[in-house]
């Protein structure tokens, strides 16, 4: 069965700029979550989607924002763009939520010039 | 590939010899541990979780201990393998944000 699919692979922006970034979840799976990976930061956590409802969400400004479709797929969006916030930003799907094994994608590598 | 962590904690192993990663976790109140493992230029993989319920959990050539009185966490891999070079993360949730909270992660090299 296919695994976690997350697009695009890459991206460049200018400061200001708003992205989008998608994730489609392995089949069946209904929790979505976006993580986002620095190398001063780590792994950290930016929110949860499960059956289209934001379940649970990490402590990220309000230019990050996401949403989840009827058939899982997720969309993370960044608004107003920051160096800071070039990362690889990472989605993980799993059956139920996060206490339950979890698959992630390959993430986007998002770098703002 | 991507770089994953420019300061991370590294451990050097011989070829075959057995490796242990240690990680500290945070909150007392968390229930579920998970060990991924992340390669360059993909995403972390599962390795291995335990609940709070049990202190070791074994998988093929892995092994999970539980110390929850220092919350503390181990990863034990058996016959080191060139494959086995990555970087591994610990993951702690279950508590009640019931948000699951990365380590720093560890850097395990592999020596010929």
């Known amino acids: 069965k296919a695994g976690v699919t997350q697009t695009p692979r890459y991206l460049i922006k200018t400061r200001g700029q708003q992205v989008t970034l998608s994730c489609s979840p392995i089949s069946g799976h209904r929790s979505v979550s976006w993580y986002q990976q620095t190398p001063g930061q780590g792994l950290q956590f930016l929110f949860e989607?499960?059956?289209?409802?934001?379940?649970n969400k990490g402590n990220f400004p309000g230019r990050f924002s996401g949403r989840q479709f009827s058939n899982s797929r997720s969309e993370m969006n960044v608004s107003t763009l920051e160096l800071g916030d070039s990362a690889l930003y990472l989605c993980?799907?799993?059956?139920?939520?996060?206490?339950?094994?979890?698959?992630f994608g390959q993430g986007t590598r998002l770098t703002v010039v | 590939g991507e770089s994953v962590g420019l300061h991370l904690p590294t451990l050097s192993v011989q070829e075959g010899d057995n490796s242990i990663i240690n990680c500290a976790y945070s909150?007392?109140?968390?229930?579920?541990f998970i060990w991924y493992k992340q390669e360059s230029g993909k995403g972390p993989q599962f390795i291995i979780d335990?609940?709070?319920?049990?202190d070791k959990r074994q998988g093929q050539r892995v092994t999970v201990l539980l110390n929850k009185t220092v919350k503390h966490l181990s990863l034990q891999i058996a016959a080191t393998q060139p494959g086995d070079s990555a970087v591994y993360f610990c993951?702690?949730?279950?508590?009640?944000?019931?948000?699951?909270?990365f380590g720093k992660g560890t850097r395990l090299h592999i020596l010929p």
């Open positions: 993980a799907s799993s059956l139920w939520d996060q206490n339950t094994e979890a698959f």
């Open positions: 989607y499960f059956s289209e409802t934001q379940r």
């Open positions: 993951a702690e949730g279950g508590n009640r944000d019931d948000k699951i909270i």
């Open positions: 909150n007392s109140a968390s229930d579920y």
């Open positions: 335990i609940r709070s319920n049990m």
